[in-house]
């Protein structure tokens, strides 16, 4: 999930600028926030977002709280850090939940947002957390619509809730509310069709499938590469239907996401989510302070953090990091690792979230293809113990037998032994930073140096 | 007219905001003053229109202010009308058609920019003109994709051809483009899976796709149309560069431009791209498909009346 990178770099060089100062002046600070204000705009940020965001900064930055651990490069970037949480909603997002079920979700948004796929992604989401949840196939109008999700219902195991022929949206609506009562599901998600905001009759449909439902949330789905009309489309929803969260899909392209700044700023609906890829488990929760940090650069640490607690075994995890700070990093180590990472989800996604500079910039230029994981797998497995711990002992035919054993080629074993020593370093120089003092003293900031 | 009159109609809502709002500031305004180029700049970036074609245009303007003396704001207003069809391109350019058919037309982009709605569109209208249409339905990815493309199909009297869920979208391509022989098809237009620009292995298969027409039609595909949501922002630019590299755009049909989105990026495409706009969506009826006149698109903008 390469997010919000470009928005990222280009803060970072502006902020470096700063950082390396000892004493800020008024141009200073004038310069490093039009370049602020040029990469805001080309992320998509809305112009109007970007002028009370930079005004905001600059009367913080000006008005100075001193703080005494850091320079005033330092506190400008902390006070757009914190602005920029701000301006993404600094409360939690959970979703509502009605206090007696079932809890209704309306999902709207304009043709094209991913609403068919994040109803599927948001059912499966709740099914996770062991609740019943009924999709409910409200899009009548394109073509197929309907057979798409039901298809995505057998392939998840996820219960639709469809009528055959053309019905009313609205009738479909209220009639699965009152199926999910009966059947006993506790959560309903209505995937409505695709409208523009300016459609005065299909926003009233939408209206009417409101009032006819009541629904505990009503979600706007909202393509994160949407340009300056983001906001304008969402306030559309907001006044109209009134909107209680919004989704943000297709964060996983290059999109620079000024669309999530923006949006919130503008409506004060919270983003409650994001999608984060093609397959169903790619729907995230929101939470805009890691984001942030992200795109400062400053990674997102705590979202691996939890990634890992939920796939890594406590005991291993003390082990590798045992291994890490005294740098015995074996094949057997990175077999292991293949193994757990392969519990944590896609790899792009997990490099994405780490820092953007320092000993990490390398990692973010690697193309994974998930497949690649068996082969690699199977290479290790095709080794002798002693290979294993001592990978220089590997000849040529020691590498044709590995290769024959593991059904690849000698290429392939070359390739991952680079592969390995790459990572190799990597964590010996991970073992540097984590041992080293600065990376506690500075906490939050740690790609300051 | 025909064009111009729908253009209009679906640019309603754009020329009442960008349009609109230029012509406000160029009545409203006097001298001409930073302050004045500042709010111009303003409204360019809030049309989409990009960081680096806004400065060009308004840097444009800056210059002309400097070099000529007596200099009123409807005379900026022309030349910035003036600037706006340079850079779009003086002539219309239509699609790319065989010397002797099949014209064979793959529509790539991203997900949900519309690309089976544009193929269905462009499969009516190809039918209306008497052309035999086969449609491939090379979107095996997404659910009922095909199943759209089946009804679109339907619409306009084209043959079909699909696969089960989950086959090689290049064994579609293939068997379509025999089809085609066999059936001395006049088009085919080849209808893939949406995808991420950034994701390369889905890159790689829709190189494949490409690669599976250059060989079984030399000369093939005559157009390479990537279908771009109006509605994105700068991001557009970055998927007409990478879509570009990996299979060779050759054209871009503009969807979506009956909402409110201000059509902006178009002018940062033509300039920083050089990838001709040809096909505009303006609604969701079939015939909503128009080729784009730049000309006229330019005009539509700027007309005051």
Not at chain 1, 336 to 347: D, N, P
Not at chain 2, 217 to 237: F, K, M, R, S
Request: aromatic share 6%; proline share 4%; glycine share 8%.
């Amino acid at each position: 999930m390469a997010i919000f990178t470009s928005l990222a770099e280009k803060l970072q060089n502006t902020l470096r600028k700063l950082k390396s100062k000892g004493k800020l002046s008024e141009t200073d600070v004038n310069e490093a926030l039009r370049e602020i204000r040029l990469a805001l705009l080309e992320a998509d940020v809305n112009f109007k977002v970007v002028k009370e965001f930079l005004a905001k900064v600059k009367e913080r930055a000006v008005g100075q709280e001193v703080l005494g651990s850091l320079t005033p490069g330092q506190q400008v970037v902390k006070i757009v850090y914190e602005e920029l949480t701000n301006l993404m909603g600094s409360e939690g997002n959970k979703l509502n939940w009605a206090s007696r079920p079932p809890t209704v979700i309306v999902l709207a948004g304009l043709q094209g947002s991913g609403k068919t796929t994040t109803a599927a992604k948001l059912a499966y989401f709740c099914q996770k957390q062991g609740r019943h949840p009924l999709l409910v196939a409200a899009d009548v109008y394109r073509p197929a619509a309907i057979e798409q999700l039901k298809v995505l219902g057998q392939q998840y195991r996820l219960s639709v809730f469809s009528m055959e022929g053309r019905h009313d949206p609205v009738d479909i609506s209220r009639l699965s509310v009152e199926q999910a009562v009966s059947s006993g599901y506790d959560t309903v998600i209505v995937d409505t069709a695709g409208r523009l905001h300016i459609d005065e009759e299909m926003m009233g449909e939408l209206k009417a499938i409101k009032e006819a439902v009541q629904p505990h949330e009503v979600l706007l789905v909202l393509d994160a590469m949407t340009g300056q009309d983001a906001v304008k489309v969402a306030e559309a929803f907001h006044q109209q239907v009134g909107l209680t969260g919004i989704i943000l899909t297709k964060l996983d392209g290059d999109a620079r996401g000024g669309a999530a700044l923006s949006v919130r700023a503008v409506t004060g609906c919270p983003i409650k989510f994001i999608g984060v890829g093609e397959k169903v488990e790619a729907l995230e929760p929101f939470h805009p302070d890691r984001i942030a940090g992200r795109i400062l650069g400053m990674g997102d640490v705590l979202t691996i953090i939890e990634k890992a607690q939920a796939a890594f075994d406590q005991s291993q995890a003390r082990e590798f990091q045992r291994k890490i700070r005294q740098k015995e990093f074996t094949l057997e180590d990175f077999l292991a690792q293949l193994k757990q990472i392969k519990k944590m989800g896609s790899l792009d996604e997990l490099v994405s979230l780490f820092p953007g500079s320092g000993p990490f910039k390398q990692l973010k230029d690697l193309q994974f293809d998930e497949r690649e994981l068996l082969h690699m797998e199977a290479i290790i497995q095709s080794m002798t113990p002693e290979e294993r711990r001592n990978p220089s002992i590997i000849n040529a035919s020691r590498k044709r037998r590995i290769a024959a054993g593991s059904g690849t080629s000698v290429q392939d074993v070359n390739r991952l032994l680079r592969q390995f020593g790459e990572a190799q370093k990597l964590i010996e120089r991970l073992g540097e930073v984590s041992s080293s003092k600065r990376f506690k003293g500075k906490g939050l900031f740690p790609f300051l140096s | 007219m025909q064009f111009l009159q729908k253009l209009k109609a679906g640019l309603s809502k754009t020329r009442e905001n960008l349009a609109g709002r230029i012509e406000k500031l160029f009545t409203r305004t006097r001298g001409v003053e930073e302050d004045f180029f500042e709010q111009l700049e303003e409204i360019l970036l809030g049309a989409d229109v990009g960081v680096t074609t806004t400065l060009r245009l308004v840097d444009g303007l800056r210059e002309k202010v400097k070099k000529e003396r007596n200099v009123d704001v409807p005379f900026l207003f022309s030349a910035l009308r003036e600037e706006v069809v340079k850079i779009l391109g003086e002539d219309f350019q239509p699609l790319n058609m065989a010397p002797s058919p099949p014209t064979v037309i793959l529509v790539v982009g991203v997900n949900g920019s519309g690309k089976t709605t544009t193929t269905g569109k462009l499969a009516y209208r190809f039918s209306r003109q008497g052309q035999r249409v086969i449609l491939a339905a090379a979107d095996t990815f997404r659910a009922a994709a095909a199943d759209q493309l089946a009804i679109w199909a339907k619409k306009a009297g084209a043959t079909l051809i699909q696969h089960q869920p989950g086959a090689d979208p290049g064994a579609v391509t293939f068997d379509a483009l025999k089809a085609a022989f066999s059936r001395k098809a006049d088009v085919v237009l080849v209808d893939t899976a949406g995808r991420l620009h950034t994701k390369g292995n889905l890159m790689e298969e829709l190189k494949k796709i490409r690669r599976v027409i250059e060989r079984e039609l030399p000369g093939a595909p005559h157009e390479v149309l990537l279908v771009l949501d109006a509605t994105i922002g700068q991001n557009a630019l970055v998927q007409a560069r990478l879509f570009k590299e990996a299979v060779g755009v050759t054209g871009i049909a503009l969807t979506k431009l009956d909402g409110t989105a201000k059509g902006g990026v178009v002018l940062a495409i033509a300039q920083e791209l050089n990838i001709p706009v040809k096909l505009v969506g303006v609604g969701e009826g079939p015939e909503d498909l128009e080729d784009f006149q730049p000309q006229e698109f330019a005009q539509a903008l700027f007309d005051r009346n």
